[in-house]
């Protein structure tokens, strides 16, 4: 099944779901009237910056106030577009993609058991700042992947709290490494790397800019 590849199953899940949104943009919002409100808020900022340059506080007060009040009729705009994003994503991030690309959660003192795809492993703590683990003798910290069952599984945090090692689901690897997230990334982070780019595309292509 292609779902199966976090790689493939996200990059179509996150496609898909900016196709639609890119649609939502389209239909939902009057372009035509977004665009004039853009243009009246560009021309009122010059004009509130024309009138403070020539020492006129009172005036660029008032362009200011109209600037703000196209900016509302704006949101208004996209409120309902937005609603509808918020429809669609909401169940995709809660309940599709990590049902698809579960993490592993091990309660962990000394020593933890960790399932994944049928298969069990004993992983020990070694040490909590910096974190670091061990598992069939290999040394793991935090950002390292490690692989069970040739699922790939990225070492993420210690809830000292709970006492729970999470393990997120590698759904692709980067050639370089980013900061906070190093070069690999859960399905979360593929998702938002994937529908930045498609998204802008979508909505260039159908003029449905938000």
Request: aromatic share 10%; no cysteine.
């Amino acid at each position: 099944m292609v779902f199966e590849n976090p790689l493939i199953g996200v990059f179509i899940i996150a496609s898909a779901t900016s196709f639609v949104i890119s649609l939502f943009y389209k239909i939902l919002m009057d372009h035509d009237e977004l665009g004039s409100i853009k243009e009246k808020m560009n021309e009122l900022k010059k004009k509130s910056k024309e009138a403070r340059e020539d020492g006129n506080e009172e005036k660029a007060m008032e362009y200011t106030q109209d600037v703000m009040k196209q900016s509302q009729r704006q949101m208004k705009m996209q409120f309902k577009p937005m609603i509808a994003t918020f429809v669609l994503i909401i169940p995709i991030f809660w309940f599709v993609l990590p049902g698809l690309y579960p993490a592993a959660t091990v309660e962990i003192n000394n020593t933890g058991t960790v399932e994944y795809g049928g298969i069990e492993k004993t992983i020990s703590l070694e040490n909590t700042d910096p974190l670091e683990i061990t598992m069939d003798g290999n040394t793991y910290r935090e950002n390292d992947v490690l692989t069970i069952d040739g699922y790939e599984l990225k070492v993420d945090e210690l809830r000292e709290d709970t006492g729970e090692l999470e393990l997120l689901r590698v759904a692709a690897r980067l050639p370089v490494s980013l900061p906070f997230w190093g070069n690999a990334l859960g399905w979360l982070g593929w998702y938002i790397l994937i529908s930045l780019g498609v998204s802008q595309v979508f909505r260039k292509l159908m003029g449905a800019s938000p």
